[in-house]
């Protein structure tokens, strides 16, 4: 898979895109939303926008959809330009081949859930017949072909959502633009329907931009997950290679549950306040900070055990589930450690030794802000 990926960068050039955006620049007044943001999304991907708030996703988004104007920069969808700053191009939203989900649901509540998802087709003039049946079909593909005919204020909030959903493939858009919709959800809600989306998606097919603050919805759902910071990418990357290889300090902290401490790196090995660790880093010796995954560690690692070591007292102990959340203090410095449970809680006071990988150590050279 991941070499399929790496090919399909090499051959970029010459690939024909779903959607393909470059140097796209944003300004609000003075103030830098999207800077020299470039984009290749190809057909039938599921790309993920990943980023704190602020970082520019609703702003490229809505460039793309036509609601924004960029300030410069060029925007393709389906192999057509729809945006060129240079050329005075900007085709209005309805014309852009594009279906939207928001963060709102933004559907009628006084109408029934088929008046809401057929209006799409009305305003195209789809014929009569020919409309009813793709109303169906969608219907039954997001879960709702028993409720076509209940008013959509009687609909749940997930209904709700599902009724966006609907509206917005009916269409059958080049691209579907999906801007945290699921996030006025409660969690147990979120985690049924992101499973349902990325099966739709799947079903259909169709090329779509996904925009989450949420890092955990943003691995299960992408093929790639482009990750943003200030109006800039900072990576882009299959989820399990951004989870494992993150390039900078930034990606690192971004995802996981982290530890992040100061220390000094030199030949393969991290010396910190209270202890040093064995670590893959490469770069040059000197000030690093090191990013330890909480759930990087492994607890009462064997007797062959190749990697690290740090020994410390239990001060918090918390069954999660699944998992155990243990606070270890190691002299000066409190580690946040994630282990699967098994069957011993440990409690605190008790002396606990954790191991990790010279590869799950990893450390950036410390920039020294000028
Ligand atoms: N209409 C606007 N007017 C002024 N500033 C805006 C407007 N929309 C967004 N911004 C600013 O642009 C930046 C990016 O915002 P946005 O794209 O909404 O980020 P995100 O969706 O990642 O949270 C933020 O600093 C935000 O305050
Ligand atoms: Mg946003």
């Given amino acids: 898979m991941l070499q399929e990926r790496a090919t399909f960068e090499a051959a970029n050039a010459g ?20 800077e020299s943001l470039d984009l290749a999304v190809r057909k039938g991907e599921f790309l993920v926008l990943l980023g704190p708030s602020g970082c520019g996703k609703t702003t490229t988004m809505r460039s793309i959809a036509g609601l924004e104007v960029p300030t410069s920069g060029t925007i393709e969808v389906g192999g057509q330009v729809v945006f060129d700053s240079s050329k005075g191009i900007d085709r209005a939203p309805a014309d852009r081949n594009i279906g939207m989900v928001f963060q709102s649901y933004a ?3 006084h109408r ?5 998802v057929s209006f799409p087709l009305k305003m195209q003039k789809v014929p009569r017949k020919e409309a009813a049946q793709r109303v ?6 997001v879960g709702l072909e028993a409720q076509g005919s209940r008013s959509a204020s009687m609909l749940s909030g997930g209904q709700m959502q599902r009724v966006a959903l609907a509206r917005s493939i009916v269409m059958s858009p080049a691209v579907l633009l999906l801007d945290e919709p699921l996030s006025n959800l409660d969690a147990k809600l979120r985690e049924k329907l992101r499973v349902e989306l990325k099966q739709t998606q799947q079903r259909l097919g169709t090329t779509s931009i996904y925009v989450t603050h949420d890092q955990a919805e943003a691995l299960a759902l992408a093929d790639r997950v482009v990750l943003m910071r200030n109006g800039v990418i900072e990576q882009v990357a299959a989820p399990l290679e951004l989870y494992r290889n993150p390039k900078t300090l ?14 000094r790196a030199e030949n393969g090995t991290v010396l910190l306040d209270d202890f040093s660790l064995p670590t893959a880093y490469a770069g040059p010796a000197g000030d690093v900070s090191m990013c330890l995954r909480a759930e990087d560690f492994t607890e009462n690692p064997p007797e062959a055990w190749a990697g690290g ?13 699944s998992q155990i959340q243990y606070s270890v203090r190691v002299g000066g410095t409190l580690l946040e450690v994630l282990v699967p449970f098994v069957e011993r809680l440990a409690a605190p006071g008790d002396t606990i030794t954790l191991g990790v990988k010279a590869q799950d150590v990893r450390c950036f050279p410390t920039v ?3």
């Fill in 368 to 370: 020294v802000e000028s």
């Fill in 136 to 141: 169906d079909e969608v219907l039954a593909l």
């Fill in 15 to 34: 690939e024909e895109l779903a959607v393909n955006v470059q140097g796209l620049h944003k300004k609000f007044g003075k103030a830098t939303a999207l």
């Fill in 250 to 263: 930034f990606a690192a902290e971004f995802l996981g549950t982290n530890n992040l401490l100061k220390g």
């Fill in 309 to 321: 070591r740090v020994t410390g007292r239990i001060e918090v102990s918390s069954l999660l589930g």
């Fill in 107 to 109: 559907i009628w509540p």
């Fill in 112 to 116: 029934t859930v088929r008046e809401n």
